[in-house]
């Protein structure tokens, strides 16, 4: 649990601005993953990274970014082109990019549009 | 892709009763299913998790049960407490060369004092 971290707990977004949210993990985890959560439902994967230099799509990908340069860390661009970029945002890590492992999440960025 | 669904999507309980939670998924390639509470602005929490090689898996007061033949699983609380109140999420896994998790839509659980 604590040991994935996400900055900032609350970030206000301008139109036509980018705004990067921050994860990090000191689990030694190889997978990390991006969330987006909307009231009322589930989660829906935003990009994923099973090793460092390398990540991967998920089902809403669309104006959104993420590098991973470091296994630690997993950062998440909302770039202008997300036109409903208000949400609540969360970062998870599994020990291993394969097999049923245990999914960890962060505490989470909420996100709004001003 | 995999699809999860989850039922009911809020669920009110006295206190001390039993409450069941179920989901259904499509992809028979899923095998591992875990179970998420989630209280208003927090963090998803792990409840449970089961594994596609065993049925049914317990502890203390909570219990996942997982029928592989009819692709559904479900999650049982007994002797509820008001504590117990959050949203719940199930999801499933499927392993190919990646943990993909696939999540249902949370059942909003109330359990009244």
């Known amino acids: 649990d604590g040991g994935i971290t996400q900055s900032p707990k609350y970030l206000f977004r301008k139109e036509g601005q980018n705004v990067t949210l921050s994860c990090e993990q000191n689990l030694n985890h190889d997978a990390m993953y991006w969330y987006r959560q909307d009231p009322g439902q589930g989660l829906r994967l935003i990009y994923y990274s099973q090793i460092v230099n390398d990540f991967q799509k998920g089902d809403i990908a669309e104006g959104y970014s993420v590098s991973r340069e470091k296994k630690e860390s997993f950062p998440l661009t909302v770039t202008s082109a997300q036109k409903n970029p208000t949400a609540f945002y969360l970062c998870?890590?599994?020990?291993?990019?394969?097999?049923?492992?245990?999914?960890?999440f962060g505490p989470g960025t909420r996100l709004t549009v001003l | 892709g995999e699809n999860v669904e989850q039922h009911p999507s809020t669920l009110s309980v006295q206190e001390g009763d039993s409450a069941v939670i179920k989901c259904t998924y499509s992809?028979?390639?899923?095998?591992?299913f875990p179970w998420y509470k989630q209280e208003l602005g927090k963090r998803p929490q792990l409840i449970i998790d089961i594994r596609s090689n065993v049925g049914e898996k317990k502890d203390q007061r909570i219990a996942v049960t997982l029928n592989k033949t009819a692709k559904h699983f479900s999650l049982h609380i007994t002797e509820t407490q008001p504590e117990d109140s959050a949203v719940c999420f199930c999801?499933?896994?499927?392993?190919?060369?990646?943990?993909?998790?696939?999540f249902g839509s949370g059942t909003k659980l109330n359990v009244k004092p």
């Open positions: 999801a499933a896994s499927i392993r190919h060369n990646f943990n993909k998790f696939y």
């Open positions: 998870a890590s599994t020990l291993g990019s394969g097999g049923a492992d245990t999914q960890y």
């Open positions: 992809d028979s390639a899923s095998n591992y």
